[in-house]
């Protein structure tokens, strides 16, 4: 059972694009985590938020956690190549389970 | 620290055969976690130990696959027998705690053929 769904999936932009990522459950979280991903090497954790509402900006990446902390979303502004990878959100609520993804390529 | 080590790094075996995946998670974490990852299915929660006691184990797809932590250092994954669909990247991962950052291993990229 996936629990946390992100969208869009895929996502393809052109460098100093900007884009949003969403991460959402019907589930109650007691936090939530956003990791990056490249390839052939696991998840490395790029932010975690506690509170509903909080938002968390991590130099051109701003994160935020929904006031019910059920959802949270990943806006990035000007996009650069080097934001290429994979995009998890990860929940905890008694376990710890990973969203399904959000491939983003960054073209130069 | 040298992380969360996993071997081995690639493992392609023959469908019937059986499979060990080790983990040796970074010291002082108390939880320990296995995933696996495919394209269709994304990253799947398969066990999850707290000081070496399984919490969890309902994400394990069958009985043919089993996993232990006979203490805090070291860790198992087994597929016996191994399918050609158990072929994925099989991720260890360690935390310290409840809501803190959780470190992965590089992976295992299993084939089965």
């Known amino acids: 059972t996936q629990l946390l769904e992100q969208s869009p999936q895929f996502l393809s932009i052109q460098e100093g694009e900007n884009l949003t990522v969403y991460c959402n459950s019907s589930?109650?979280?007691?936090?939530l985590q956003w990791y990056r991903q490249e390839p052939g090497e696991g998840p490395v954790l790029l932010v975690t938020?506690?509170?509903?509402?909080e938002v968390k900006k991590l130099k051109r990446l701003t994160f935020q956690f929904g006031d019910a902390r059920k959802d949270s979303s990943l806006h990035i502004t000007a996009a650069q190549p080097g934001d290429t990878g994979l995009y998890l959100c990860?929940?905890?609520?008694?376990?710890?389970?990973f969203g399904t993804g959000t491939s983003l390529t960054v073209i130069p | 620290d040298a992380g969360v080590i996993q071997s081995p790094r690639h493992e392609v075996t023959e469908m019937g055969q059986e499979v060990t995946l080790r983990c040796k998670p970074i010291s002082g974490h108390n939880s320990l976690f296995w995933y696996r990852q495919t394209m269709m299915r994304g990253l799947e929660l398969l066990i999850y130990?707290?000081?070496?006691?399984?919490?969890?184990d309902s994400g394990m797809p069958e009985d043919r696959f089993s996993a232990k932590m006979p203490n805090a250092s070291f860790s198992t994954l087994k597929i016996q027998p191994s399918e050609p669909r158990d072929s994925a990247v099989y991720f260890c991962?360690?935390?310290?705690?409840?809501?803190?950052?959780?470190?992965f291993g590089q992976g295992t990229r299993l084939t089965v053929v």
């Open positions: 130990f707290n000081n070496n006691v399984p919490i969890d």
């Open positions: 938020v506690v509170t509903g509402g």
């Open positions: 990860a929940g905890e609520n008694n376990q710890f389970y």
């Open positions: 991962a360690s935390r310290v705690d409840l809501n803190t950052e959780a470190f």
């Open positions: 589930s109650v979280f007691s936090s």
